[in-house]
């Protein structure tokens, strides 16, 4: 699809065109794009499953917890993984954008700045919000249960999209960075590595010292941790760093430091162009 036919997906603009209005247009815009190419959003959510069945039934047996235990334990670290994922798609997404020259004719549109990284992030958050679904219903499939309440399992939620929200912010900054899909790609695929240094897969309790620093502070261990204890899997130790000790504050601090960092930061870029 070419970057012209991308842009025409946009509705023209009025005179009385508001942000908000703007940012449902570019919404609509990425949720087009993505029917149309849905290659990058298919893998990202289909990844996390496989990685549940396969990690699940072959290594699930040779971990110390026995195997139906640990697709409990796994199934919670997955979805902090979708969520930390973000900026992998949102780093694609806005470098395709200025690579194919798309952003460049939205800045000649008289237009909010900020409804176009609003639109990539709020249309990433909508189809995480659905593609999440297959991945719990595969997790229930293989034993993973909710064994909290209905409010901290909809606070968990809750979490799991604030956190893809504000990494997505983070992905569409380096994105309009980088501005090459080719080398934002090859980026994007070294994100791979983020939930392996965390307790989204293992617990950290056996890490060497420094390792296991490292790993409870990274965002996602805050955001495995949270949903472990809000579905009511698994305690957050007492003994872990502060963010995995305390979770659910921890996931809600890391959200707020990225998107107080990473929403100015990729309006001005946005704005800014290739200067």
């Known amino acids: 699809m070419s970057s012209t036919t991308l842009v025409q997906e946009r509705p023209a603009t009025t005179a009385t065109s508001t942000p908000v209005a703007d940012s449902l247009a570019v919404l609509g815009r990425h949720l087009q794009r993505i029917k149309a190419a849905p290659g990058v959003v298919i893998l990202t959510q289909t990844m996390p499953i496989t990685m549940l069945l396969f990690f699940g039934y072959v290594f699930g047996s040779a971990l110390a917890m ?31 954008d200025c690579h194919r020259g798309v952003m460049d004719r939205f800045r000649t549109l008289p237009m909010s700045r900020p409804a176009v990284p609003f639109g990539q992030t709020a249309a990433d958050l909508l189809t995480t919000a659905i593609g999440m ?44 960075l980088i501005r090459n899909e080719e080398i934002a790609g090859q980026l994007g695929s070294a994100t791979f590595i983020l939930p392996l240094l965390s307790s989204a897969y293992i617990p950290t309790d056996n ?46 601090a890391w959200s707020a430091v990225l998107l107080a960092v990473f929403v100015p930061l990729s309006v001005r870029r946005y704005a800014r162009g290739g200067e």
């Open 66 to 96: 026995p195997g139906q235990e640990y697709r409990a334990f796994l199934v919670p670290g997955l979805l902090a993984a979708t969520a930390a994922n973000g900026i992998m798609v949102g780093m694609f997404q806005a470098s395709q």
């Open 133 to 176: 679904v297959p991945l719990i219903l595969v997790g229930l499939a293989v034993g993973w249960r909710i064994e909290g309440g209905p409010l901290a399992a909809l606070g968990a939620f809750g979490l799991l999209l604030l956190l893809r929200f504000a990494t997505s912010w983070l992905g569409c900054w380096l994105g309009l």
């Open 207 to 252: 890490l060497p010292g420094w390792l296991r620093t490292v790993a409870e502070w990274n965002p996602i261990s805050a955001m495995a941790s949270a949903t472990r204890d809000l579905f009511g899997n698994a305690s957050p130790a007492a003994d872990a760093a502060w963010p995995v000790a305390h979770p659910v504050a921890g996931t809600l």
